[in-house]
């Protein structure tokens, strides 16, 4: 069974960075892609970033030159770093494993002054 485990949220100011961590288990982590998405209250799950098997790395126009997705192989994690951080990228973030359609808990990340 397919364990995804978000963490890394929390709560900053704007301008700011955070990395998110997603922690897979029970997948054969280096022959999947993954990705990050985000949902706000109300709204519809959001897509962030995607990573290839071989780390081809594609983003939403939203976050393109400020957040950096990335894998290593050797910790079955994926990472999310998140700079110069604004008030809208306030949500909950989750990590998504294609192959399986498997989802994490989520992590919540608040950007506030």
């Known amino acids: 069974q397919v364990q995804l485990v978000e963490s890394g949220g929390g709560l900053v100011q704007p301008g700011e960075s955070l990395r998110l961590s997603c922690a897979a288990s029970g997948v054969p982590f280096n022959y999947r892609a993954f990705a990050w998405y985000r949902q706000v209250p109300g709204k519809q799950r959001e897509w962030v970033a995607s990573?290839?098997?071989?780390?081809?790395?594609t983003y939403a126009d939203s976050v393109r030159g400020r957040f950096t997705i990335s894998r290593d192989n050797a910790k079955n994690t994926i990472y999310l770093q998140m700079n110069s951080l604004k008030p809208e990228d306030t949500a909950v973030y989750f990590c998504y494993e294609i192959g399986s359609n498997s989802w994490g808990q989520g992590t919540q990340v608040t950007v506030s002054s």
């Open positions: 990573i290839s098997t071989v780390a081809i790395a």
